[in-house]
């Protein structure tokens, strides 16, 4: 808006029309939604215009009788602070209300009235209603400006409603200080000095638990800088913030607040902070204790749930086996009663033979002698040939001799548990090569080249490092560069002390020898000759598993029958096991061991241990065992029950035929008239799209074929549901898992009997063979059922691929039923999508039949809504304006003052004519 327009009476009746928008609670709201209206309201407060300046301050009183409207108003002077450049807010009402031109011209005591009637609006209403130290705050603003003198100037106008203002003004006024007295128990505190209201400060707090935090105020106070451009502004700020402390309240800041502040939040933590810390640093010391029982308590649960694993794992395999033993007893129980039965029939077949024998031979007597009687040869004639024809027959098909004895009864059943070792052998028999440890020159018996050429390399005088190179074995230097090169003579031309100087094995110590003279003490020297690396990381998981050399050799003995090496710590010890050159070099200075650092001893003491890395790897094992069993098992049953189901499944073949018929009939010439498919194609269905909508595919429409048709088809998941973990199961992974088992059940066999033949368990430390023995009887058994599991599941597999035309070898589990999950994962994909195509499409029928409808109900609605407002919110916004203007608004709490005024006075009457009396 131009100069001019702002100082014409349109710029009036812009306003005008304004409160006559505002009349309506809908305007109000507009009003008070906009981010800026209230500010553009305000900037009118520039013109020049008095009637202009008169509206503004009109409609800003009034919006500070409206809810939400005070908070509005003060930001909104705010703003205009900023837009008119005055150094502090209200500065532009309190100097047009103390203007003394035509101080008695009418448009000028309608001016001062409405700035009057806006100042008690904003102090009395908005969060002044109950908020004394707002209303304090607000009028010490205006104090602070001189408004006070401009009132006593304002009381020769001898106008009624300015007059009416003034009074509410400093009756509130009075009430307010004498509250603000009261709480410091004055009459009146002196807020115009600063002296004044020190020493009530300090006297207040002198003897409180706060004064030193007073002290610490005034004391950083003193601190800030004085004289420089930007003093001011530091001042300004740390007056806002603690006004923004005072006033908050939980509502949140009734006037303009500087910081994002939660004063209560804060208030509350600080006044717990000291309370906090203790509290803190107890429960961090019980912290520390809950850690230690924690760490014990899950030893004792770990070894708990271990031996509890191993208990119920060996109950449940002593029932397999009892069961199994039981149903081959009864099975023997039949198979003796059978040979009882075949022994009793060969015994008659015996006699009759044996008699049938004694006949011939009489009848071969009879023959010799050339006569026998007649009733020999009636006998003979029939019973003769029987028996023969019965001989023959037995001998044919029995394959018994009859003649011969009785066959030896069969071998007992062979042995339940093939992984349980034979007896021992005599400990006098010599152990194979592979055994008996290693050879001469620390190389295993029997090795190429064993006995090695001694070259002439002179000693060193102290322990040096390794050099971590490859040897080349002795058998492979023939017709080599190396058969040339004779490094001997190379030594004459070394400085060999030099060398032992740089390269000791001994670690050199921080500092200089002269350093260490001064300080009179020597400190030890490290030994160290294994890599640097491997040295450090083997510290570092020595640190991390926090047991001695002599602890940990003791749970390797005894096979942690304690439960203190984590499966994961095991695992790393498996990469720290001594090498045949490490185990070599340290023995060299097994002399020295006190010398040698952490990673070396440990290494030396762990090589002293027989079979430690064998030891090692079977505790691991035995570790590892039931994780290993719970992951391969679940595998092998998943597959064997998809194989089971998708062959069994009725379900399915109706859907495969439905499936057939779609093809054969969309399809022409050699692609038609299959008899059967891929069962890969089942997910290339959805790769055919409608021809009416892109978003149909042949699979929607199959979903919804079978869902309108063959609803009994959409059981099918449940009917193969198997296929969804069958399809995450590799097959060469799970042989491979499979070998590990069963070659670890092996190693730990080849172990046990190495132990056994050097008489096991002569030491009462040593548990390996105990445990080991028993831990072998129970997880040979479980591997070799799940191993018959296995096979099984193979076959199972197999017949399943034939049965739907693939071939056996050519086709994993996880690509097989992985097409099946696959086609159910896209097929209840397809379900969904109708059933929300259906929704969207009875959506659209509703919305479109009751749209006309609905639309005419609701302009008759808002019709009858607007006549209805417009006749009862008539004038609001003016009758607001009016009160505002004449001080009606005010009146009850006039009255209210009055009478306490009146009270006040009576009851100090009172107390004088009591006086005088007693005087």
């Not at 009788?65 to 908070?71: D, I, N, Y």
């Not at 700020?237 to 006033?247: G, K, N, P, S």
């Not at 322990?463 to 003579?489: A, G, Q």
């Not at 407002?869 to 009255?895: P, Q």
Request: glycine share 4%.
């Amino acid at each position: 808006m131009d100069y001019k327009t702002a100082q014409s009476p349109i710029h009036t009746s812009v306003l005008g029309c304004l409160k006559a928008l505002m009349n309506s609670t809908e305007g109000r709201t507009h009003v008070l939604a906009h981010p800026s209206a209230m500010d553009i309201i305000a900037q009118s407060l520039r013109t020049e215009n008095l009637k202009t300046k008169t509206a503004v301050l009109e409609i800003l009183g009034a919006m500070c009788l409206v809810p939400g409207g005070h908070k509005k108003v003060l930001d909104a002077m705010v703003h205009f602070q900023r837009y008119a450049s005055e150094r502090t807010r209200f500065q532009t009402l309190i100097s047009d209300l103390g203007c003394s031109a035509n101080e008695y011209c009418d448009d000028i005591i309608s001016l001062k009235t409405a700035i009057m009637s806006f100042i008690n609006a904003a102090l009395k209403y908005g969060a002044g209603q109950t908020h004394l130290e707002f209303r304090l705050h607000l009028r010490y603003e205006l104090l602070m400006l001189g408004i006070q003198p401009v009132i006593d100037k304002l009381r020769d106008c001898g106008n009624a409603t300015l007059d009416r203002h003034l009074d509410f003004f400093e009756m509130v006024r009075t009430e307010d200080e004498r509250q603000l007295g009261k709480k410091f128990d004055m009459n009146h505190v002196d807020t115009k000095s600063a002296s004044a209201m020190f020493e009530l400060l300090k006297k207040k707090m002198g003897l409180h638990a706060v004064y030193p935090h007073f002290l610490s105020i005034l004391f950083h106070l003193l601190q800030l800088p004085f004289g420089q451009q930007r003093c001011t502004q530091y001042w300004q700020l740390i007056d806002r913030i603690i006004q923004q402390v005072t006033l908050q309240t939980k509502e949140g800041d009734p006037d303009v607040s500087p910081l994002e502040l939660d004063v209560k939040k804060l208030v509350k933590q600080l006044a717990n902070e000291m309370a906090m810390k203790e509290v803190h640093q107890k429960i961090r010391d019980v912290q520390k204790e809950n850690d230690e029982l924690v760490a014990k308590l899950a030893k004792r649960d770990r070894e708990c749930e271990v031996k509890s694993e191993e208990k119920e794992e060996l109950m449940q395999t002593l029932n397999k086996i009892k069961a199994k033993l039981e149903k081959e007893t009864l099975a023997a129980f039949d198979a003796k009663a059978q040979l009882a039965e075949m022994t009793a029939r060969i015994n008659e077949l015996q006699q009759m033979v044996e008699l049938e024998r004694s006949e011939r031979m009489k009848l071969e007597i009879a023959v010799k002698m050339g006569s026998y009687p007649d009733d020999t040869k009636v006998g003979l004639s029939s019973s003769a040939l029987m028996f023969s024809g019965l001989n023959s027959l037995n001998q044919k098909n029995l394959g018994v001799d009859i003649a011969a004895p009785a066959p030896p009864p069969p071998p007992p059943p062979p042995s339940l548990n093939p992984y349980i070792p034979c007896p021992p052998p005599s400990c006098g028999v010599p152990l194979p090569p592979a055994m008996s440890g290693r050879g001469p020159g620390g190389m295993p018996a029997g090795f190429p080249g064993a006995a090695v050429r001694k070259k002439n390399i002179p000693e060193s005088v102290q322990p040096l490092k390794s050099f971590n190179w490859s040897k080349l074995p002795d058998n492979k230097v023939k017709d080599t560069i190396w058969t040339d090169i004779d490094e001997v003579k190379v030594y004459k031309a070394l400085d060999l002390d030099d060398f032992e100087r740089n390269f000791s094995a001994y670690q050199r110590q921080e500092g200089s020898d002269n350093d260490i003279f001064n300080k009179g003490s020597v400190k030890t020297r490290e030994l160290s000759v294994i890599d640097g690396r491997r040295a450090q990381n083997c510290t570092i998981l020595l640190s991390k598993l926090k047991m001695t050399n002599q602890e940990l050799a003791k749970a390797v003995m005894n096979v942690d029958a304690q439960e203190d090496i984590p499966k994961d710590m095991c695992e790393q010890l498996l990469k720290f096991v001594p090498t045949v050159e490490e185990v070599q070099m340290l023995g060299d200075h097994e002399h020295e061991i006190d010398q040698m650092a952490k990673a070396d001893r440990f290494l030396f003491e762990m090589s002293r241990i027989d079979h430690y890395d064998q030891r090692l790897k079977a505790l691991y094992y035995k570790k590892k065992f039931h994780e290993r069993m719970s992951d391969a098992k679940p595998r092998v049953e998943a597959v064997l029950e998809a194989s089971k189901n998708v062959s069994k499944s009725c379900h399915l073949r109706k859907l495969l035929e439905i499936v057939l018929a779609f093809g054969n009939y969309m399809n022409r010439g050699q692609r038609g008239n299959a008899a059967g498919f891929r069962i890969a194609s089942l997910n290339k269905i959805i790769d055919t799209k409608s021809s009416l909508n892109k978003k149909v595919t042949l699979l929607h429409y199959l979903a919804e074929v079978i869902e309108l048709r063959f609803p009994e088809l959409l059981d099918l998941e449940s009917e193969i549901i198997s296929v969804r973990e069958a399809a995450k199961v590799n097959l060469t992974d799970l042989e491979m898992d499979m070998n590990v088992l069963k070659n670890g059940l092996q190693e730990i066999e080849k172990e046990v009997e190495y132990h056994r033949s050097k008489g096991g368990n002569t030491l009462s430390a040593d548990k390996f063979v105990s445990v080991m023995h028993d831990f072998m009887s129970v997880a040979a058994y479980n591997f070799s059922e799940l191993e018959d599991q296995m096979t099984e599941m193979r076959e199972k597999f197999e017949k399943s691929l034939k049965l739907f035309g693939e071939e056996p070898r050519q086709m994993q589990p996880d690509e097989f039923f992985g097409i099946f999950d696959l086609f159910l994962s896209s097929f209840g994909e397809a379900k969904a999508d109708n059933d929300r195509f259906r929704r969207q499409k009875e959506e659209e029928e509703k919305r479109q039949k009751l749209e006309s409808q609905m639309k005419a109900e609701k302009e008759a609605k808002e019709k009858l809504r607007r006549d209805k407002k417009g006749s009862e919110e008539k004038g609001e916004f003016d009758d607001l304006i009016s009160a505002l203007r004449t001080g009606e608004v005010f009146g009850e709490d006039i009255a209210k003052l009055k009478r306490t005024r009146r009270r006040k006075g009576a009851t100090e009457a009172t107390r004088e004519r009591v006086c005088i009396m007693q005087a």
